[in-house]
């Protein structure tokens, strides 16, 4: 009988349908995933958008109408405290949900999607970032919401001045994006983070300018709220708004617009090189 001829072996390939990615994409696919969980998150709770605007119009209406004759024009430079209290009403609701909006780490963490997320093949620095995005994007569309109430209490919003803010607002909720993740990454309950992050969340909005005025302050208080980077983050938005209000100053030096960018940009930065360290030992 005639030798059979046996075929040639064929060469290994993957499985039809089944494409292999570059890092790069995966990286890439990963803080797009991310990013938009969160948003699809706040589509589907659409009552975490109304908490998060009614806790700073309070504020705006109710302790602003209280507080505008104690407090005066000239402590509020130059502008009635309501005008005044508008932009540290904006950073505040972003700062609020930008804090708050890690507190999914911890979720995932106790459900166990987190440990599932850690083992996929891709950088942590990436599920960093796409967090980072979309905590960020979340915080400043709770922010913009909040741009209806400025002609309530006689604020001009120009186009110029809107798109300025908006980049503050993102500079912001970047940065403080950055400091939640790294809170919420060792912590192993939301119990515990939420405690930790009511102590951390209610001194740095009262000791940034965004509810009173840094004048004439102690001078310890004076040098905490210096201390503070949400301070130049809401510096620079009510500089914005506001043109003619007097600018934030250390000691004699007048801090420019670009500083205030520059130091909320670096403890941004800060954060997150923090935070993919942090995630990089998380199991």
């Given at each position: 009988m005639a030798d059979a001829v046996l075929p040639a072996r064929m060469p290994a390939t993957a499985p039809l349908g089944v494409r292999r990615e570059g890092r790069l994409i995966r990286n890439v696919r990963?803080?797009?995933m991310v990013w938009i969980r969160d948003l699809i998150r706040l589509?589907?709770?659409?009552?975490?958008?109304?908490?998060?605007?009614?806790?700073?119009l309070l504020f705006l209406f109710v302790l602003g109408a209280g507080l505008e004759h104690?407090?005066?024009?000239?402590?509020?430079?130059?502008?009635?405290?309501?005008?005044?209290?508008?932009?540290?009403?904006?950073?505040m609701s972003v700062l609020t949900s930008a804090l708050?909006?890690?507190?999914?780490?911890?979720?995932?963490?106790?459900?166990?999607?987190?440990?599932?997320?850690?083992?996929a093949p891709v950088s942590r620095s990436s599920l960093v970032l796409g967090k980072a995005l979309g905590g960020g994007s979340v915080a400043v569309v709770?922010?913009?919401?909040?741009?209806?109430?400025?002609?309530?209490?006689?604020?001009?919003?120009?186009?110029?001045?809107?798109?300025a803010m908006?980049?503050?607002?993102?500079?912001l909720a970047f940065a403080l994006v950055g400091f939640?993740?790294?809170?919420?990454?060792?912590?192993?309950?939301?119990?515990?983070?939420?405690?930790?992050?009511?102590?951390?969340?209610?001194?740095?909005?009262?000791?940034?300018?965004?509810?009173?005025?840094?004048?004439?302050?102690?001078q310890w208080l004076g040098v905490v709220t210096r201390l503070n980077p949400a301070t130049y983050g809401i510096?620079?938005?009510?500089?914005?708004?506001?043109?003619?209000?007097?600018?934030?100053?250390?000691?004699?030096?007048t801090v420019p617009l670009w500083a205030d960018a520059l130091i909320t940009f670096a403890f941004g930065a800060l954060m997150l090189a923090l935070a993919v360290r942090l995630f990089a030992t998380a199991e």
């Open positions: 990963a803080v797009w589509k589907r709770t659409p009552t975490r958008i109304v908490t998060g605007i009614a806790q700073p104690l407090i005066g024009s000239q402590r509020a430079g130059g502008v009635n405290y309501q005008q005044y209290l508008f932009p540290g009403i904006l950073a708050f909006s890690s507190i999914a780490i911890v979720w995932d963490r106790e459900f166990g999607f987190m440990r599932e997320m850690l083992v709770q922010g913009i919401i909040l741009v209806i109430a400025a002609p309530l209490v006689g604020v001009d919003v120009t186009v110029g001045s809107f798109f908006l980049g503050f607002l993102l500079l939640g993740i790294v809170i919420a990454s060792r912590m192993q309950r939301m119990e515990s983070f939420q405690m930790v992050m009511a102590l951390v969340l209610q001194p740095m909005i009262f000791l940034s300018g965004a509810i009173f005025p840094l004048v004439a302050l102690p510096d620079a938005i009510r500089r914005v708004l506001l043109p003619h209000i007097a600018p934030l100053t250390i000691l004699s030096w």
